[in-house]
């Protein structure tokens, strides 16, 4: 059975890969809408591209509302932007929620509406040209055809998805990513081994995407420990922008599964950083889908040398499954009531929160059956000393 893959139009990897790609953005228009939040204005990054857009001669308006994971307010906010500067193109400028921000406006900004009207639906349309500067190691928005954003009045984390969300231009520039704090620098490296990992165990899993997703996974148990110890490590650095773009295109390509389904509606609800909830899930998430898979797992285990000769599959894969919990408590991160969620207000929602979880459809990329009644169990799994 034939098998469909895509990735960004152009990637430029690597130091000074912000100047090379000046002649990418000449051809993509005249006036470009730069998406970011304040944070990049505030350490200097923003300046170092308007710098280069300015050598260039290309005009540019910067939209820096994107204060937190992106919203509908955001967007429209981010819409307004670009038709009030009559912007033709844009670039992103951050972590995931700007990139994921500047495909939402590119999107209505060529088929109108609002961006809830697009849940559930494949975005067309003819749309403007798109480039994407990650600032983290982590997302991997920069290679995807998706986009999340919330929906404020149904306080839902909306994916949506569409060939054309696919950035025409990637620059991965580790320069970007050395300003990243050690608890960012954690949720988002934490983020790009969810990508990998459910990729690689996803049923929609080719050949093309297992090669990205091992590759990412072993740069990941291999780096990012540096990278959240020593942030000036340059080398952990530039291996953590390629894993998070390798793992990027590995779950464009086949899907994330359980973990994100059930970490969305965390977010939504409860406003805790994606990489953060996705990283309170893993253990659960992946130990209850590893009897479904216990070869791929244990391939894993092998990737980042955790298993020993003569190990059986199953002994493989739980091999790997404690190397992943034990990775998460290196970095440090917090359970559900450690970061301040109350137990009885996280159970009043529970059930909202497994619709939603399964009304996504991750969960069903799960290389075995996930049912409600499973969410509900992994949810309340949370908790338990």
């Known amino acids: 059975m034939g098998r469909e893959f895509i990735m960004p139009g152009k990637i430029i990897s690597g130091s000074g890969a912000l100047e090379q790609a000046a002649e990418s953005f000449v051809k993509m228009g005249k006036h470009a809408l730069v998406v970011t939040d304040k944070s990049m204005r505030r350490l200097g990054n923003l300046d170092k591209v308007t710098a280069v857009l300015e050598e260039a001669g290309i005009g540019f308006s910067v939209y820096d509302g994107i204060n937190g994971e992106p919203t509908d307010v955001m967007?429209?906010?981010?819409?307004?932007?670009?038709?009030?500067?009559?912007?033709?193109?844009?670039?992103?400028?951050?972590?995931?929620?700007?990139?994921?921000?500047?495909?939402?406006?590119?999107?209505?900004?060529?088929?109108?509406?609002?961006?809830?009207?697009?849940?559930?639906?494949?975005?067309?349309?003819?749309?403007?040209?798109?480039?994407?500067?990650?600032?983290?190691?982590?997302?991997?928005?920069?290679?995807?055809?998706?986009?999340?954003?919330?929906?404020?009045?149904?306080?839902?984390?909306?994916?949506?998805?569409?060939?054309?969300?696919?950035?025409?231009?990637?620059?991965?520039?580790?320069?970007?990513?050395?300003?990243?704090?050690?608890?960012?620098?954690?949720?988002?490296?934490?983020?790009?081994?969810?990508?990998?990992?459910?990729?690689?165990?996803?049923?929609?899993?080719?050949?093309?995407?297992?090669?990205?997703?091992?590759?990412?996974?072993?740069?990941?148990?291999?780096?990012?420990?540096?990278?959240?110890?020593?942030?000036?490590?340059?080398?952990?650095?530039?291996?953590?922008?390629?894993?998070?773009?390798?793992?990027?295109?590995?779950?464009?390509?086949?899907?994330?599964?359980?973990?994100?389904?059930?970490?969305?509606?965390?977010g939504a609800l409860f406003h805790v950083p994606h990489g953060i909830s996705n990283a309170m899930l893993l253990k659960e998430c992946l130990g209850f889908a590893l009897d479904g898979a216990y070869e791929r797992f244990g391939r894993l285990g092998d990737a980042v040398s955790v298993t020993r000769e003569g190990q059986s599959d199953e002994e493989k894969a739980r091999a790997f499954l404690d190397a992943v919990a034990a990775i998460c408590e290196e970095l440090e991160i917090p359970t559900l009531a450690e970061y301040g969620i109350e137990k009885e207000k996280f159970t009043a929602v529970m059930n909202k929160m497994a619709d939603d979880a399964l009304a996504s459809g991750s969960p069903s990329n799960t290389i075995k059956t996930v049912s409600k009644a499973d969410i509900l169990e992994i949810y309340g799994k949370l908790w338990q000393e």
């Open 75 to 266: 967007i429209e906010a981010g819409l307004k932007c670009y038709v009030d500067n009559h912007c033709d193109f844009l670039i992103a400028l951050g972590g995931g929620s700007p990139i994921d921000s500047m495909k939402a406006v590119a999107a209505l900004s060529s088929n109108g509406g609002s961006i809830s009207d697009y849940m559930g639906k494949e975005i067309g349309g003819r749309m403007p040209s798109m480039a994407a500067i990650p600032t983290t190691a982590g997302t991997g928005s920069e290679a995807t055809k998706f986009t999340i954003i919330t929906d404020t009045n149904r306080e839902i984390k909306m994916l949506l998805k569409g060939d054309v969300l696919m950035p025409d231009v990637a620059v991965i520039d580790p320069r970007f990513t050395m300003t990243a704090p050690p608890k960012i620098t954690a949720a988002t490296g934490l983020d790009a081994l969810t990508h990998a990992v459910e990729a690689y165990t996803s049923v929609k899993a080719q050949p093309l995407t297992d090669v990205f997703a091992l590759s990412a996974v072993k740069r990941i148990f291999a780096n990012l420990p540096k990278a959240f110890r020593e942030g000036s490590d340059v080398r952990a650095r530039e291996e953590m922008s390629l894993a998070a773009l390798e793992a990027g295109i590995a779950f464009n390509n086949a899907s994330v599964t359980l973990v994100h389904g059930m970490s969305r509606p965390i």
